[in-house]
């Protein structure tokens, strides 16, 4: 009786394995993606024009929240410029790994550019907010970047003197830190 309570059981696991496998797949977003986005979300103080953003959870991936892009079920591209944002980047843009695309121009963004980069990102686009400080040194480990404005901030360093160092500056292009 033993034996066969025991194969029974293990059918059943059989069939829990393979009805996990055949559940519909819902397109949630990565949830280091989602935390993330948590974050920057609060540090911009919860704004009605980021339609579709949830300050707790969802899917940006499977809704439509404003400005996000995907592919699969990671954060490629975030683009919000000009929508008359206020408040900070925070310090989670770091978790967003698949992350090609940041774009934040055109808003009223203050404080510090925080070290937390997207470390994958090839456009980051800060022109025309009111960012102060110097620029994080993690910029210059930004290997992908190949667009970086920066201009029409209150920042006290310019992108020139950050890359003084690398030899690879000329790789570069788009560069613009104009103060
Ligand atoms: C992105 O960057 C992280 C950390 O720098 C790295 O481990 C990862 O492989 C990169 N991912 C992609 C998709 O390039
Ligand atoms: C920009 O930030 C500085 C402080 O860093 C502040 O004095 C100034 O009023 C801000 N400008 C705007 C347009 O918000
Ligand atoms: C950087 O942004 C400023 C302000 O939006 C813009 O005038 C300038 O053309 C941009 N620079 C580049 C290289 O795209």
Do not use: R
């Not at 055949?22 to 990565?30: G, M, S």
Request: glycine share 12%; net charge negative.
């Amino acid at each position: 009786m033993m034996g066969d309570e025991l194969v029974c059981n293990q059918y059943f696991g059989l069939f829990v394995t393979f009805a996990l496998l055949f559940l519909p797949v819902h397109p949630t977003t990565d949830q280091s993606d989602v935390g993330a986005l948590e974050i920057l979300y609060n540090a911009l103080n919860d704004p009605v024009q980021l339609t579709g953003w949830k300050s707790n959870g969802g899917d940006p991936c499977g809704e439509s929240w404003k400005g996000i892009s995907c592919s699969g079920t990671a954060v490629t591209s975030i683009q919000i410029p000009g929508l008359g944002l206020s408040g900070t980047l925070g310090y989670g843009l770091s978790g967003l790994l698949s992350l090609i695309t940041l774009d934040v121009s055109g808003n009223n963004l203050h404080d510090i550019i925080p070290y937390q980069l997207p470390p994958n990102t090839t456009f980051l686009n800060l022109a025309n907010n009111n960012f102060s400080g110097n620029l994080p040194y993690s910029i210059s480990g930004m290997t992908s970047l190949n667009y970086l404005n920066a201009s029409h901030n209150s920042l006290s360093q310019s992108i020139g003197d950050l890359f003084t160092n690398l030899q690879d500056l000329s790789a570069l292009y788009g560069l613009d830190s104009s103060l």
